[in-house]
C-alpha cells in the first residue's frame, strides 16, 4: 500500500510514523508513507495556502488551489487513489472504515487547517471526509497519522502472527460472533504484585473456564466504559 499525507505540517506526522511498527511496516516493504508540505503546491511568493472566507467571519479557509494541484500530482500514476480529507466534519473514524482503507492501494490524506477547506475541495476531489472523534484539533496532522496507524495495522503480516487483529477490541462482529465488546483486563508477572493478586482463575490453566471468564469480563467492562456499544436495551 502506498499512503500520502497532505499537510502544512509534515513534521508532526513523520515522528510518530517512523516509530515501532509504522517503521517496520515501511522497511518491510507493506507500505510506503510520505509526508508532504501543502506549500509545495503552491505558486506565490508567500506560499500561502489559506484566505478570508466569503462572506465574513472569523478565521481563514484554506484555497482551493495547492490541494487541486496536490492530488493531480499524487494521482498521476494511481488515477483511483482514494482521496480522504481529515476533518471535525467528517464521518467518525471507527474499526470498519480502518479495515476497509486497509484494502486499497492508494490513500492520499488531506489534512485541513483553520476554520476549513475550500468546499470545492472537498465536491471535487475527496472521496471520504473522516473525523477522529467529537472534538477538534488544531489541525488535520495527528488525526491522519490515527488513520495512518490504524490502517496500517491491519495490512497482513505487519503484525506478527501472535495475535489476530480480529480478537482484539472492536472486532469485526461477523469473524467474532458477537457484537463488539470491549478487551477485559489482562495480567502479567508478578502473580503477586504489592499484595495485588491475579484472578486465580487466570492461573488454573482451564482453558475453557478462562474464555468464559474473559467473556463476562468484556461484558461488564463494556457496559461501565462503554454501554452505547451494547444498545440501550442491555
Ligand atoms: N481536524 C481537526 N479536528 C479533527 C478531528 N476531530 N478529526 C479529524 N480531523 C480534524
Known amino acids: 500500500m502506498k499512503i500520502d499525507i497532505v499537510t502544512i505540517f509534515p513534521d508532526m506526522c513523520l515522528g510518530p510514523l517512523n516509530e515501532s511498527i509504522m517503521k517496520r511496516a515501511q522497511e518491510a516493504g507493506k507500505v510506503s508513507i510520505a509526508a508532504h508540505d501543502l506549500r509545495d503546491w503552491t505558486t506565490d511568493r508567500h506560499r ?124 469485526d462482529p461477523e469473524v467474532t460472533g458477537h457484537g463488539p465488546l470491549l478487551e477485559g483486563p489482562q495480567f502479567t508477572r508478578p502473580a503477586d504484585f504489592e499484595g495485588r493478586q491475579v484472578p486465580p482463575i487466570l492461573l488454573s490453566g482451564n482453558h475453557a473456564k478462562i474464555a468464559e471468564w474473559r467473556h463476562e469480563q468484556a461484558v461488564d467492562r463494556t457496559r461501565t466504559n462503554r454501554p452505547d456499544l451494547l444498545g440501550s436495551d442491555k
Do not use: W
Open 48 to 171: 500561502q495556502v489559506d484566505d478570508e472566507p466569503y462572506g465574513g467571519g472569523p478565521g481563514m479557509v484554506m484555497k482551493p488551489e495547492p490541494f487541486f494541484a496536490a492530488v493531480r500530482d499524487l494521482k498521476r500514476d494511481s488515477p483511483r487513489a482514494k482521496v480522504v480529507l481529515m476533518t471535525p466534519q467528517g464521518q467518525r473514524f471507527e474499526q470498519p472504515v480502518a479495515r476497509g482503507l486497509s484494502n486499497e492501494e492508494h490513500l492520499i490524506i488531506l489534512c485541513g487547517h483553520y476554520e476549513g477547506v475550500d468546499h470545492r475541495v472537498v465536491e471535487a476531489l475527496v472521496d471520504l471526509e473522516l473525523s477522529i472523534g467529537d472534538y477538534v484539533l488544531t489541525n488535520g496532522a495527528i488525526a491522519a497519522v490515527v488513520v495512518v496507524d490504524a490502517v496500517v495495522r491491519l495490512i497482513p503480516g505487519v503484525l506478527g502472527d501472535a495475535r489476530s487483529p480480529e480478537e482484539e477490541s472492536f472486532a
